[in-house]
């Protein structure tokens, strides 16, 4: 069965309190970035760990090594369980990242292609091949790969073999559910659930084709 993630990219808190109520019983975890964090500030993350499920930081960590290891351990003294990073930065920046997550039991997920059209401009032509290899030297917990190209997660997969492979795209972007379903660890989905008319309506209905 596959995981759904549900990305909280709301600006109120209120409102992200209100989504998670409706929505908690149907996802496997929470993934949060800057919109909310810096809306209601880290703080977030307590209101957000009483619905008991795993958070994930996606701050896409990209900084030198001593920077990056300063937020991610801001990030997992707050509660979260996992955080993202890019690679792009040098393999000494992503093994702060994976060093520290593991050294609070936590997970850390490495960006190797974004799912807008836009990161075909930089992604492509080996380079999301490269990061996942980052990925695997570092010993990170997975990587992102886009579900608007199917492709491209069976190409990535090759390369990280069992990792997890969480992927964003689906509903508002164009990724298929029924195409990615299968073929990744967890679909990634935001704007598709939180903007539906009736969230919880919306969530069931992803739920059910993750879990069948």
Sequence with gaps: MTKLILALDVLDKDRAIKICNSCAPYIDAI????????SA????????????LPLIAD??????????QLIAEQVFSAGF?????????????VQVCVDSAHLHDGECFVVAEMSHP???????????????????ACRADGIIVPATRPERVKK??????????????????GGDLRTIVGIVDGIIVGRAIYEADNPA??????HRSCKT
């Design 118 to 136: 836009g990161a075909t401009e930089f992604f492509h032509g080996g380079v999301a091949e490269r990061l996942a290899q980052v990925a695997l």
């Design 41 to 52: 500030g880290l703080g977030i993350a307590r209101d957000l760990l009483k619905f008991k």
């Design 156 to 173: 990535l997969r090759s390369i990280i073999g069992e990792k997890k492979i969480y992927a964003p795209g689906v509903g508002t972007q």
């Design 31 to 38: 993934k949060i970035g800057y919109p909310l964090v810096l």
């Design 59 to 68: 701050f896409k960590v990209a900084d030198i090594p001593n920077t990056n």
């Design 81 to 93: 369980s996992a955080i993202i990073c890019h690679a792009f930065t040098g393999r000494d920046a």
């Design 201 to 206: 309506t919306a969530v069931k209905e992803y």
